[in-house]
């Protein structure tokens, strides 16, 4: 965001894609990047993106259970129906006037972490429909230190993603400095990984009841639920006071990214009118 804030005018639009994402041809004659700048350019206030076909946010958790469903032929009721956030920061478009708000922080989750403080500052956040993309599939690897990293950014984001669905805008902040609030979080991450590992656990006693053609999906089943009982206890070690201390650190760090993006832009505004001299 530093570098399109140096070559970008005031108010540009920024659009921002992941490598794995691929647009699809729109039968309409204007492509799917213009129509997003458009979008932002229309409304400075507004963050969006396109649908993705696929599953781009998805944590190694949810990759879990969908493994498990389709060895099984389970159904996945564990997970959500939609997404947290309309928009997946794979592929988003903002005015690079909301960019000066906050650093994206340096957690997993870091983009609906983003989106959902913005808009906390009056933004609003909504997808395109008009626009389609697909996420190129890859096998993801599941492992423990990958999972304690995203459960950390999963605590993170949904601290804050709760407290706006369900106080005041003017409350969130107060929200998210108390104590109590982030342990209420953390106890409610230890109860649906709870009922994860219930879920899991009931399918592997199934299995282990039943002749099966493929002896080896439950060993597989095994593996996985056994991963998940040690993310829960991870989960349930951490700390909420310091995951609160954590977000309250990267709140403080707005003041030096809007001064940083001020300083950029300032110096884009020099070079310009250096350049009308010469």
Known sequence: MVLANVIGKPSSPIVMIDDDIVILPQARSQSAIDTLERDVLDNPRLLTGGIIKGSPDESSVETAI????????????????EMAMPVSGGFIALNNASSYLYPFPRWYNEDWTWLAQCQTQGYSVRVDRRVVAKQIFSQKKLGLAIIKREQEGELLFEALNWSIKNYSRAYVPRALKSRAYWEDVAREEV??????????????????EA?????????CIQQILQLLKRTKRYVA????KAMMRRYGRYLEAAKPWRSLIETVRQYETDLAVIGRKV
């Open 191 to 208: 109860v649906y990984l709870n009922k994860i590992i219930e879920f899991v656990s009931g399918i592997e006693i199934r299995l282990s």
């Open 66 to 81: 969908r493994r498990i469903g389709h060895l099984t032929h389970s159904k996945n009721y564990l997970l959500p129906s």
């Open 211 to 219: 002749r099966l053609k493929h002896p080896e999906h439950r060993t």
């Open 237 to 240: 070690s951490i700390a909420p």
